[in-house]
């Protein structure tokens, strides 16, 4: 199983590289920040999304390890237990 890292040890570095300048004004630090946010927002989402997907995959697996222990329990001639 290869798991896909989300690298989170760069993130001074892009934000950095948003402006390199200083904000000189109010508008240049209002377009910054919005800048920064909307990346923040980006980045957020797609921990999001990768997470969901995770979820989806385990309850998948979940799902199949389930039916196989009903397989293996029918084919010993175990009777599963109801709840």
Do not use: C, H, W
């Not at 910054?32 to 999304?49: E, W």
């Amino acid at each position: 199983m290869v798991d896909d890292k989300v690298d989170m040890n760069n993130d001074s570095e892009s934000y950095s590289s948003i402006n390199t300048n200083d904000p000189k004004n109010v508008q240049e630090l209002t377009q910054y920040v919005q800048s920064l946010l909307q990346t923040i927002q980006d980045k957020f989402q797609n921990m999001s999304d990768q997470i969901l997907t995770r979820i989806d995959e385990m309850g998948n697996r979940i799902d199949d390890l389930e039916k196989n222990i009903g397989d293996l329990m029918t084919q010993a001639g175990v009777e599963g237990t109801e709840k």
